[in-house]
């Protein structure tokens, strides 16, 4: 506890609490206590004795500014593994067996076409997810300071195990002591400075300035609350959602006329090099979706994977149905400036599941041959190998040519 009226230097009529009969003595003598652990929250703390208030005591005020904590809301964890070891092809040789051997033991083909599309997918996913448990290490929780040394961390593990034993507080004064001495700090940055000067005298000034800039904290402020439509401000969580699908829904809306749809029409079958060629192309180290299935587990599945992936994307390629995990996005709100309040201020980008993002882009190739063939040739954009900017740089000559020899152009 702190006694708050010794906390500020007042003078001394604005001190004493209560003189006695005939103000023969003046004593301080009624205390505001609080804790120590808010005292920063106190601006100022007097007696006011001109007060009319009938008593021999002088009424003591404190002045407080609060601060009050942003609630944040708990948000279920997904669980990340090191994929980085799949990229070696004995490792994938191993994920792609157990995965097939448990994806055989679970599937079993269905005579209705939806219920087979969502057992196959379903079986797929879980035989992945139980392989990933067993074979695939968890990556380890980054700690907060970088200079905190790797026997740290497993004292911490340590200490989290030991919660709520006698060798907790042991192990706790471990830990504290090893991060007062502060050995593993100057340690971590003198190694940073040597690096920034090891930098310097390779006249590498870009790199030097990165390396200083990552020394300042990063601190990402976002806002609790966001603008409605009529400009009032939402706290709520239910009336932000509920903002936040009525602002998505207006930025995917297509207000033009629906074009005639050929009913009917059946669409070549998906071949095998297509699926191989699009996951292929696929880049490493991009987010799952909500299916926690990473692009670096399908790849490492090989022709298993390749065969089952076809088979998938036809079923849903022909009978148009796809499996409701599939079809749902997670949006990551990202603010382009501080303090954001209107949604129109964020940037949404949206986390699809990697067997959808392939089937996509099968239909998104198929779709752009086809229009290519069909785009004039002097279109110069939107277009493979054929930008504006070659097209402008030739014109430019063109005219330049035209020019120099004097010669009239049109256009």
């Avoid at 800039?213 to 601190?219: H, I, N, Y």
């Amino acid at each position: 506890m702190t006694i708050v009226n010794t906390l500020f230097k007042q003078p001394a009529r604005r001190l004493y609490t209560w003189k006695s009969p005939g103000d023969v003595r003046r004593n301080q003598i009624d205390y505001i206590l609080m804790s120590s652990r808010f005292k920063n929250s106190a601006v100022n703390c007097r007696t006011y004795p001109g007060a009319d208030i009938g008593s021999d005591h002088n009424p003591v005020i404190m002045q407080m500014k609060v601060k009050l904590k942003i609630p944040h809301s708990k948000q279920t964890k997904t669980v990340k593994y090191c994929t980085k070891l799949l990229r070696l092809s004995e490792e994938a040789e191993k994920y792609a067996v157990l995965v097939k051997n448990k994806f055989q033991c679970l599937y079993v083909e269905e005579t209705d076409a939806t219920r087979d599309i969502d057992q196959q997918w379903d079986c797929l996913k879980e035989a992945i997810e139980k392989t990933n448990e067993e074979f695939l290490p968890r990556v380890n929780r980054e700690a907060k300071q970088e200079w905190i040394t790797e026997d740290i961390l497993d004292m911490m593990k340590e200490r989290k195990r030991l919660k709520g034993s006698d060798a907790y507080k042991h192990i706790d004064n471990n830990i504290k002591m090893a991060c007062k001495t502060r050995t593993a700090k100057e340690e971590w940055l003198n190694s940073k400075c040597d690096e920034i000067e090891l930098l310097s005298q390779r006249n590498d000034l870009t790199a030097m300035l990165h390396k200083i800039k990552s020394f300042q904290p990063k601190q990402t402020v976002t806002a609790s609350c966001i603008k409605g439509k009529d400009g009032e401000i939402l706290f709520e969580t239910e009336k932000i959602v509920l903002r936040w699908t009525e602002y998505v829904e207006e930025l995917f809306s297509d207000q033009r006329c629906a074009n005639l749809i050929q009913e009917h029409l059946q669409g070549p079958e998906i071949l095998r090099n297509e699926v191989e060629k699009c996951l292929k192309d696929m880049k490493y180290g991009k987010a799952a979706g909500i299916d926690n299935i990473s692009c670096e587990m399908l790849k490492a599945l090989g022709d298993f994977g390749i065969d089952t992936l076809t088979e998938l994307c036809n079923k849903m390629y022909h009978t148009a149905y796809i499996p409701e995990d599939l079809k749902t996005s997670v949006f990551i709100l990202l603010p382009k400036k501080p303090r954001a309040t209107d949604c129109s201020e964020y940037r949404t980008i949206s986390l699809m599941c990697h067997v959808l993002k392939l089937l996509l882009t099968v239909i998104h190739k198929r779709i752009a041959q086809k229009i290519d063939s069909e785009i004039s040739e002097m279109q110069a954009g939107f277009r493979k190998a054929s930008g504006t900017r070659e097209a402008i740089f030739s014109l430019k000559i063109l005219v330049e040519k035209h020019i120099e020899m004097q010669k009239d152009m049109y256009a």
